[in-house]
């Protein structure tokens, strides 16, 4: 019998159990706690999404997105339900596995790119807030009343703080950009840090 990648993990309290799933070399296959089987085949696979999704009482959490030609999405996270608010982190099976499901499906469809991060349309939203965030901050900055007003330096200095948030907003920006990447290329930041 071949060797696959597994990971077990139960979602949530309306689960009777903990899931398997297997990363096989031509599918995703999905084994429920009643043993029925579903398969999604990596050819049919048309995106994958990674990220981090910290969650209440999961601030670890790391989230795995596949999305089929069909319209059908499976999504993984290293989060395990271990009972009434508590949940298990398991990163360790987590981890190895996603590579593997990386692997098996850029050997079966070497089109599909991984996309690191945000949807675009999240992202979107996000910069829209951060940017009236940064024109709130530099209008207070700007119009609100200090002691120091009366020297003929304030507006200046004030000037320069403000443009001294520009590359900070700048840098943040180009960093949560989302990305394609191939899938052989994932970076580590998209998957849990490996314990020492």
């Known amino acids: 019998m071949a060797e696959f990648a597994i990971y077990r993990r139960r979602q949530n309290r309306l689960s009777r159990g903990e899931r398997e799933w297997r990363a096989e070399p031509d599918a995703l296959v999905n084994v429920g ?3 029925h089987v579903r398969r999604l085949p990596w ?5 994958v999404r ?5 969650a209440p009482q ?3 959490r790391y989230v795995f997105e596949l999305r089929s030609r069909k319209g059908e999405r499976v999504v993984l996270d290293n989060a395990h339900y271990a ?4 949940y ?3 990163s360790a099976s987590y981890t190895p596995f996603v590579r593997a499901a990386l692997a098996a499906l850029a050997a079966a469809n070497p089109r599909v790119r991984a996309l690191i991060g945000e949807t675009q349309k999240r992202y979107f939203f ?3 807030v951060a940017l009236v965030v940064l024109g709130a901050g530099a209008y207070a900055l700007i119009a609100a009343p200090t002691p120091f007003d009366a020297s003929p330096i ?3 200095v004030k000037f320069a703080l403000v443009l001294a948030m520009l590359p900070l907003f700048w840098s943040l920006v180009l960093r949560a950009m989302p990305r394609g990447v191939a899938l052989k290329e994932v970076p580590a930041r998209a998957l849990p840090p490996t314990l020492p």
Not at 43 to 47: K, P, T
Not at 50 to 54: D, I
């Open 33 to 35: 706690v009643s043993g």
């Open 154 to 156: 304030a507006a200046p």
């Open 83 to 86: 009972g009434e608010g508590a």
């Open 88 to 90: 298990e982190d398991r």
């Open 126 to 128: 996000l910069m829209l």
């Open 43 to 47: 050819r049919e696979v048309v995106s």
């Open 50 to 54: 990674l990220r981090a999704a910290p």
């Open 58 to 60: 999961r601030p670890w």
